[in-house]
């Protein structure tokens, strides 16, 4: 019996740590558009975005001391891994799929396509590192119709640029917590493991 429990806790314990070592993208939709999505991975830390339509909106006033990116580097590494784990197609969220690649439009601040001032499914994506004067400097991606067409590691334009236009995207960036090496993870659980097996030995 005392067996048994044991494996049964071995068994739950396998399956939370998978649950940790695999935790997948939390999505923040409202209205049909993609306001915010957690989760994200990024050189051991975990992340959360959040978009809108500009740098002034999105840091008050875009204040530099709000950046969580400080270079051209770590900006285009941010867009890297939004596009790779978040900006996929075949999302399924409560019985409803949404293509966030091939239809942009679905993502806040990006409504550039059904309805919008040019029938197409276009967007820019875009991640402040730095700020001169009244002047931001951003990485910026733009994808259309699935396919990421340019590339733009530094561009600078003014502090509000963004405000009333409808296909651009502006990203806050928020660290939510350390990524647990799976190493560390898993010499966590042995240690449950192994208290849990002398405490069944003692009373046996």
């Known amino acids: 019996m005392k067996n048994k429990f044991l494996k ?7 399956l ?15 209205n049909g558009n993609l306001l915010s999505a957690n989760g994200i991975e990024l050189n051991g830390l975990e992340y959360n975005v959040f978009f809108g339509h500009s740098c002034s909106s999105m840091y008050e006033g875009c204040d530099e001391s709000l950046f969580t990116f400080n270079s051209q ?10 596009f790779a784990q978040v900006l996929v197609d075949n999302v399924v969220l409560d019985s409803i799929e949404y293509d966030f690649l091939s239809k942009p439009i679905d993502i806040f601040s990006c409504n550039w396509g059904e309805g919008g001032s040019v029938n197409r499914n276009f967007c820019e994506l875009w991640v402040p590192y730095e700020v001169n004067g009244q002047s931001v400097t951003s990485a910026w991606y733009s994808h259309q119709d699935g396919v ?17 236009r409808d296909y651009m995207a502006f990203t806050r960036w928020e660290v939510a917590q350390e990524v647990p090496e799976p190493s560390t993870v898993a ?7 192994g208290l849990a097996s002398r405490k069944f030995k003692k009373q046996s």
């Open 8 to 14: 049964g806790f071995v068994a739950s314990l396998a």
């Open 16 to 30: 939370a740590v998978s649950g940790i070592a695999n935790a997948g993208i939390i999505y923040n939709i409202e």
């Open 73 to 82: 580097n770590e900006a285009t590494a941010a867009l890297d891994a939004l």
């Open 148 to 164: 990421r067409v340019s590339t733009y590691p530094s561009w600078t334009g003014a502090l509000d640029y963004g405000d009333n």
């Open 187 to 193: 010499i966590f659980a042995l240690g449950l493991i």
